[in-house]
């Protein structure tokens, strides 16, 4: 059994910042990739930041400058630190994480619950 559990949304102010924890636990093996997802209202699912293990980061253009994804390994965790936020920040924040749950076993896709995100003006 494998479970994300996802931290620290919120209500903010636009300017002020957040970050988002998400601890993966369970029968793991191994991480590979982790990423961030955002949902705003009406809209779809879209990618807002990836990390490898090794620590390569990758951002959508609309956060690049604000937001830093960082892990850490050895607690199975990867964070998102969000500064300057907008209202366009506004969303459900979802972890996505590619875990190998035994050493045999096949790269799967886990998702976390969704944390919110609220930025007023």
């Known amino acids: 059994q494998v479970q994300l559990v996802e931290s620290g949304g919120g209500l903010v102010q636009a300017g002020e910042s957040l970050r988002l924890s998400c601890a993966a636990s369970?029968?793991?093996?191994?991480?590979?990739?982790m990423r961030w997802y955002r949902q705003a209202p009406g809209k779809q699912r879209d990618v807002v930041a990836t990390?490898?293990?090794?620590?390569?980061?990758t951002y959508a253009d609309s956060v690049k400058g604000r937001f830093t994804i960082s892990r850490d390994n050895a607690k199975n965790t990867v964070y998102l630190q969000m500064g300057s936020l907008k209202p366009e920040d506004t969303g459900v924040y979802y972890c996505?994480?590619?875990?190998?749950?035994?050493?045999?076993?096949?790269?799967?896709?886990?998702w976390g619950q969704g944390t919110q995100v609220t930025v007023s003006s």
């Open positions: 369970g029968s793991i093996f191994s991480i590979d990739t």
């Open positions: 990390i490898t293990t090794g620590g390569t980061p």
């Open positions: 996505n994480a590619d875990i190998r749950r035994t050493a045999w076993s096949s790269r799967t896709g886990y």
